[in-house]
């Protein structure tokens, strides 16, 4: 089945750098995602990285993609306190209607402490 | 562009009672989505819609009906609410033309529901 597996807590102190796992199960995937939910908000695409990719850089983001072992993470350098969110991790799964669906993860609540 | 956009924010409803969420998109996107979201829990996709006309059931449909009779509006309706629809719900778009290499979905900021 379809599962994505992500830890629920992150606190780091403001400047440190951040570092969110996540673990998913469908081999099948093309992209792989991170969106970030603001409270009280919906959630937004922050970035993401095809399957045939090992890393991808976009400004203070880094996202590393383990294909072998299915394993994605999100590193935020210089992590501030407008960091401070729910980040989702979610992959890209076919359904059974043919159209590519996402699946989300639990979503790793990040608190920056100053 | 407004995007997507949701009605209402907040709603507290009793035990059997029936409501409309609706979810709204300018953006002429095809593909439009119900998700859930339950504390400490990931988004649980309860329809989909792939065009005018055309819905099918995600992860998690029970209890609920859509409709797709125009591109830009996706109503979520509720019969007979039960305490185990308290969530927040949300709708989000996405464009399959233009080149879109990716599958970018577009959040709207969600309706609260309080089933008591």
């Known amino acids: 089945g379809e599962d994505v597996e992500q830890s629920l807590f992150l606190s780091v102190r403001e400047g440190d750098s951040s570092v969110i796992n996540c673990t998913y199960t469908?081999?099948?995937?093309?992209?792989l995602y991170w969106y970030k939910q603001e409270p009280g908000a919906g959630l937004q695409l922050l970035t993401y990285?095809?399957?045939?990719?090992d890393m991808k850089q976009d400004q203070r983001l880094t996202v590393l993609l383990n294909k072998k072992d299915k394993h994605l993470s999100l590193r935020i350098a210089d992590t501030q306190t407008g960091d401070s969110a729910i980040y989702f991790c979610?992959?890209?799964?076919?359904?059974?209607?043919?159209?590519?669906?996402?699946?989300f993860g639990s979503g790793t609540q990040l608190t920056v402490l100053p | 562009n407004a995007g997507v956009t949701q009605t209402p924010k907040f709603r507290i409803l009793k035990i059997g009672q029936s409501m409309t969420l609706q979810c709204t998109q300018d953006?002429?996107?095809?593909?439009m989505y119900w998700y859930r979201q339950d504390p400490g829990m990931g988004l649980k996709l309860i329809y989909y819609?792939?065009?005018?006309?055309?819905?099918d059931k995600g992860e998690v449909p029970n209890g609920y009906n859509v409709s797709r009779s125009t591109t830009e509006d996706f109503p979520l309706r509720l019969e007979l609410a039960a305490p185990s629809q308290t969530s927040v719900y949300f709708c989000?778009?996405?464009?399959?033309?233009?080149?879109?290499?990716?599958?970018?979905?577009?959040f709207g900021p969600g309706t609260r529901l309080t089933v008591l």
């Open positions: 469908d081999s099948s995937s093309t992209y």
């Open positions: 819609s792939v065009g005018a006309g055309i819905t």
């Open positions: 989000a778009s996405r464009t399959t033309s233009g080149g879109t290499l990716y599958n970018e979905q577009f």
């Open positions: 990285i095809f399957s045939n990719m």
């Open positions: 953006m002429n996107h095809n593909y």
């Open positions: 979610a992959e890209s799964v076919l359904s059974s209607g043919s159209a590519r669906q996402l699946t």
